[in-house]
């Protein structure tokens, strides 16, 4: 069978003759080949089914490409989707660091203004001290001064 189906790679065709002899299956298969290829019209008939079968198996081909382009679409997309995910959660995280430094800086300004509120009271009880002072310094100068005057 080999033989016969590769028949055209065959140089010398006695093989072919010698085979058909031997087995009379092959040989009634060989003959009604060569009396169909010599009919026009079953030779048109075969012709138009190869062409058919062709154009299927193009079809088919193009069928699996556009499904193999539309899967490769579909993973861009999924990565870049998870891309942009990634790129969120990068921006919310980053936000998220400035809320929080932001609060630091909230409480670092309010401690540093109870510490001016302290420092300002801590001035002002020494401005009224020394006041208090200054007023005692004046009275007993003015005292001094009545007495040495009298």
Request: hydrophobic share 30%; aromatic share 2%; charged share 45%.
């Amino acid at each position: 069978w080999l033989a016969v189906i590769t028949q055209k790679d065959i140089a010398d065709k006695t093989i072919i003759k010698n085979i058909c002899e031997q087995e009379e299956e092959i040989g009634m298969v060989v003959s009604e080949l060569a009396r169909l290829s010599e009919d026009s019209i079953v030779r048109q008939i075969y012709q138009r089914r190869q062409d058919d079968i062709m154009l299927y198996n193009k079809r088919i081909s193009d069928y699996r490409n556009g499904m193999e382009q539309e899967s490769l679409r579909a993973d861009k997309e999924s990565r870049r989707a998870e891309k942009e995910s990634r790129r969120a959660e990068k921006e919310s995280l980053r936000a998220e660091k400035e809320s929080r430094r932001a609060e630091k800086e909230s409480q670092r300004a309010e401690k540093e203004s109870r510490r001016a509120e302290k420092a300002e009271s801590a001035l002002a009880s020494q401005k009224s001290t020394i006041s208090d002072q200054a007023k005692i310094i004046d009275e007993l100068r003015a005292r001094l001064a009545e007495k040495t005057e009298s």
